[in-house]
């Protein structure tokens, strides 16, 4: 680092900012000033930077700024030669006004270039831009950083008047109406040691700040630079600046606290990120509910703690619900018993809220809540919940009735076991929403499904049952477990279906990023349904049978939707690692049985690591491009008698060793071994495209050669279209 060259600190101290978004916004913040100023050449590109994110600040600091940049070389195109000169070689008046309005005039002539500019010639003139100065810089990044910060909804306050300290004293209250995501009052920008003067939502710069609002040993803090911030914060405010430390710290006392009570916190990304978002310095502190509460599921007591209260459910070694819980806490009082008691005194309210609706629930059966269904518009184009119901029940048995002709033919056993199937799945379809009826979800609405299946549990109903109203939203989200069993399997491909087609069907389409029914996350259900559990489904037959359950309600959009799917299926498959390449081979030939497809890409990937892969493959694109353009009317099979040349014979007779034994394993779904047969193909189909003449004169012989690529292309494209592997 050279003399001019310092670390940089921005800090923005504001009131308590959203804690969800705390996160976001600090990288955001962090982020916009770097680029801003490495892109205006104050900072270098390799430059480190560090954000910090607490609830009442977003800082940065960014190593190595320079105290101006350097000056940047710039060539100005003035006017043709043309025009700019005369004949003699003399300045124009049009050349001697244009530099009058850069500031210049006729002495500079010498200094002015002459280069080509298109078809003529044309003056230019070579000049230094200032660079800009970091204070000049700074500004301009602080002015973008603000403009581009994801803040999730914008507050509108009256501007503090006197800010000219870095915003920390107090003010009086200003006319002036200031936007921003919470209010704003102290800035600091150091380079080094000394202040940049900027401002920003009306405050200038200085160099305090205030500490944690409770526990801060000094009321103001006088940053001595841009490198002891974090270290002065921490001792002198007691604040953890940093986002990740404030986190790490957070789980390190949470695992810590659990130990000393043989029991294992929640996982929660989620919520570990808001409760960073919530303290500036955190203190772990152990608490506990009475145990009576844990007669009511333990999903509506982890719920109620997360969701209402930012609480840590602690969990045993068989992932059972504890009545102890970890409260992270802003304050570490010396005698922390009041603050236990008074988070225990808050948790047992929302516990016996709990209770309470699962002892009221339960009361009623699921099924006398049908009824009610009738009663709860699902939406205003597709009816009712309880019309909704009958159309997921009338899928249902659609899907059933394709498993039970994908296995023909079947014994009376498996005849009887459909049946079974099917009974199950109709009553689970019937019951299934009905726990929207219930106090429970009416409350947490996250609950819904695994309510249904506690009461329909408690209510005794036949084996598998309830395990299939609980499963049938799954998978909720990515990475979540599939259904459970056969009938939770058949019933959450029947309420997708449903509510793909359904909103497909009245032209409900996803749009952009918006995506208000969870339309994508539905069609990936199914995909990860029908790929990992590998059922004999085929997906268009899929989508055309659950069509007739919606009557007139809506047009039929199969089409669509599987070309939805196939998207879907494309942007999964090159999330999970496979390559565009590999993923367009296999989903060109439009499988419609998708447990196949990742055997197919296996085999696909294990192909083209083959040494004739590359050849084979432009080969393919190559017959596939002469098929397009032949109209004419192709034998299935290329006549031996007129196969003429070598070339053309060595070919079908390759093709007559090596295509059995491809389409056998295919058959067989040994995908990769039927690839992989064709490699021997190689020699003659090189040989072929240079001693033959496809597009012969006679057109019998034309006809025949057309007829055996046919017949090579089909052979090669059973896996994939291999010709999506040229490159």
């Known amino acids: 680092m050279n003399m001019s060259e310092k670390n940089l600190l921005v800090e923005l101290f504001v009131e308590e900012l959203p804690p969800k978004a705390l996160k976001k916004l600090g990288e955001a913040f962090a982020q916009a000033l770097a680029d801003s100023l490495k892109a205006q050449g104050l900072a270098p590109a390799e430059a480190l930077v560090a954000g910090f994110a607490t609830p009442r600040r977003l800082a940065v600091r960014i190593s190595h ?5 350097a000056d940047k070389p710039q060539q100005t195109k003035l006017m043709p030669v043309a025009v700019a000169l005369t004949p003699e070689g003399q300045p124009t008046p049009a050349l001697l006004k244009k530099l009058g309005a850069l500031g210049l005039d006729a002495a500079v002539l010498p200094q002015l270039k002459r280069a080509p500019d298109g078809k003529a010639e044309a003056l230019f003139l070579d000049s230094l831009v200032p660079g800009a100065t970091l204070a000049e810089g700074l500004q301009k990044a602080l002015n973008e ?12 306050y009256q501007l503090h008047e006197g800010a000219g300290q870095g915003g920390a004293e107090g003010f009086q209250p200003g006319w002036t109406s200031v936007n921003f995501v919470r209010p704003a009052h102290g800035l600091v920008a150091l380079h080094g040691a000394e202040v940049v003067p900027v401002s920003a939502l009306g405050l200038q710069a200085g160099r305090s700040t205030r500490g944690h609002r409770f526990e801060a040993p000094l009321p103001l803090i006088t ?11 921490l001792e002198e405010g007691a604040v953890i600046a940093s986002f990740e430390a404030r986190r790490a710290e957070i789980v390190r006392q949470l695992s810590e606290a ?18 960073t978002g919530l303290v500036e310095r955190p203190n772990v502190l152990l608490c506990q509910f009475e145990e009576e509460f844990l007669g009511v599921p333990q999903e509506c007591l982890i719920l109620t703690m997360k969701a209402n209260q930012k609480y840590f459910p602690l969990l045993g070694a068989d992932g059972r619900l504890s009545h102890r819980f970890l409260v992270v806490s802003n304050i570490s009082p010396a005698d922390p018993s009041r603050v236990v008691q008074g988070n225990e005194r808050v948790v047992r309210p929302r516990l016996a809220d709990a209770k309470f609706f699962f002892d009221q629930d339960r009361k009623r059966t699921l099924e006398s809540r049908v009824p009610q269904l009738a009663q709860v518009v699902y939406h205003a184009k597709l009816g009712t919940q309880a019309e909704r119901a009958e159309r997921v029940r009338a899928i249902a048995h659609a899907i059933v009735n394709q498993l039970r002709m994908a296995t023909l033919p079947y014994t009376v056993e498996a005849q009887d076991e459909f049946a079974v199937l099917d009974s199950k799945a109709q009553q689970a379809a019937r019951l299934a929403k009905t726990d929207l009826l219930t106090d429970m979800v009416g409350e947490f609405p996250e609950l819904q499904g695994i309510m249904g299946g506690y009461y329909a549990r408690h209510e ?12 049938h939203y799954k998978p909720r989200f990515a990475g979540d477990a599939l259904p459970r069993n056969h009938t939770g399997t058949v019933l959450a491909l029947a309420d997708k279906l449903e509510t793909l087609v359904g909103l497909f069907g009245v032209g409900q389409l996803p749009t952009g990023d918006k995506d208000p029914f969870a339309l994508r996350r539905h069609a990936l259900g199914v995909l990860r349904i029908l790929v990992e559990k590998n059922l004999p489904l085929d997906l268009p037959e899929l989508v055309r049978s659950a069509v007739p359950a919606f009557g007139e309600l809506i047009t039929d959009p199969s089409a669509a939707l599987l070309g939805f799917f196939e998207d879907r299926l494309g942007f ?27 055997r197919r890409l296996a085999a696909v990937r294990a192909f083209a690591g083959l040494p004739e892969a590359p050849a084979l493959a432009a080969a393919n694109k190559r017959v ?12 299935e099979t290329a006549d031996a008698t007129l196969l003429h040349e070598a070339a053309e014979a060595a070919l079908a007779q390759a093709l007559q060793a090596a295509a059995p034994l491809a389409e056998a394993a295919f058959e067989r779904g040994d995908y990769t071994a039927s690839l992989q047969a064709l490699a021997v193909l190689k020699a003659p189909v090189d040989r072929f495209f240079e001693d033959v003449m496809v597009n012969a004169e006679d057109p019998a012989l034309r006809r025949n050669r057309l007829a055996l690529l046919g017949q090579l292309h089909r052979a090669m494209n059973r896996v994939a279209d291999l010709s999506r592997l040229a490159s």
């Not at 700024?65 to 940049?69: E, F, G, K, P, W």
């Open 572 to 598: 999964s498959l090159r999330e999970q690692g496979y390559t565009a390449q590999e993923v367009d081979a296999v989903l060109a030939l439009h499988p419609s049985r998708l447990g196949q497809v990742p």
């Open 460 to 471: 005794g109903l036949r084996d598998g049952v309830a395990i299939a109203i609980e499963d």
């Open 258 to 275: 659990a130990a000393r009570v043989g029991l294992r916190p929640i996982e929660d990304e989620a919520l570990l990120d808001e409760v």
């Open 145 to 156: 950083a603000l403009a581009r910060l994801p803040i999730p909804k914008v507050m509108q």
């Open 624 to 635: 596939g491009n002469i098929l397009k353009k032949s109209d004419e009317a192709l034998a």
């Open 223 to 233: 940053l001595k630079d841009a490198d002891s911030y974090a270290a002065q914060l």
């Open 65 to 69: 700024l320079a105290a101006r940049a």
